[in-house]
């Protein structure tokens, strides 16, 4: 009895340290080479707006997460680092929106990185998108970017 106890525990020490909720960078700053305009950084609000929505869809996809006090990599755990590579807003009400963010993810376990990704989306504005305005367009872009790195972070091995 004893020894089968012991076996139990010993294959369960590898999950031990994933107990905790996934960490999340707490703002996906934009990188030092990323190409973003000057009214967009000041405007929409994106390095907050993107670490949230994928907060969001992490837990809606059953993986509990929250945001990391800070964008240092962890030593334990698991940590997702997010950066915002580029947004572009171009176009208006009347010739049609044609917004576009792009964001990295890299995926850590215990202060190693294991998995990255590049992830893109544009929109162009939606029903009535002529009527929204750009950073509520780039808002929707960041959305469906926190489900897009959400899927990919969830078909990770060990998730």
């Given at each position: 009895?004893?020894?089968?106890?012991?076996?139990?525990?010993?294959?369960?020490?590898?999950?031990?340290?994933?107990?905790?909720?996934?960490?999340?960078?707490?703002?996906?700053?934009?990188?030092?080479?990323?190409?973003?305009?000057d009214?967009?950084?000041?405007?929409c609000?994106?390095?907050?707006?993107?670490?949230?929505?994928?907060?969001?869809?992490?837990?809606a996809?059953?993986?509990?997460?929250?945001?990391?006090?800070?964008?240092?990599?962890?030593?334990?755990?698991?940590?997702?680092?997010?950066?915002?590579?580029?947004?572009?807003?171009?176009?208006?009400?009347?010739?049609?929106?044609?917004?576009?963010?792009?964001?990295?993810?890299?995926?850590?376990?215990?202060?190693?990185?294991?998995?990255?990704?590049?992830?893109?989306?544009?929109?162009?504005?939606?029903?009535?998108?002529?009527?929204?305005?750009?950073?509520?367009?780039?808002?929707?872009?960041?959305?469906?970017?926190?489900?897009?790195?959400?899927?990919?972070?969830?078909?990770?091995?060990?998730?």
């Amino acid at each position: 009895m004893k020894a089968s106890l012991f076996a139990l525990l010993l294959a369960l020490v590898p999950f031990a340290g994933f107990a905790e909720p996934m960490l999340v960078s707490p703002s996906a700053e934009y990188g030092p080479a990323s190409s973003v305009a000057d009214n967009i950084k000041r405007e929409c609000t994106l390095p907050a707006a993107q670490a949230e929505s994928v907060v969001a869809a992490l837990n809606a996809a059953g993986i509990e997460a929250q945001p990391a006090g800070s964008a240092d990599v962890p030593a334990r755990g698991r940590f997702l680092q997010l950066q915002i590579d580029s947004a572009v807003s171009a176009g208006n009400a009347f010739s049609g929106h044609r917004k576009q963010v792009t964001t990295s993810a890299r995926l850590f376990e215990n202060g190693r990185q294991v998995a990255e990704t590049t992830k893109t989306r544009d929109s162009g504005g939606g029903v009535f998108g002529g009527y929204r305005g750009s950073c509520s367009v780039l808002h929707r872009c960041t959305n469906t970017l926190g489900k897009d790195i959400a899927a990919w972070v969830k078909s990770q091995p060990g998730m």
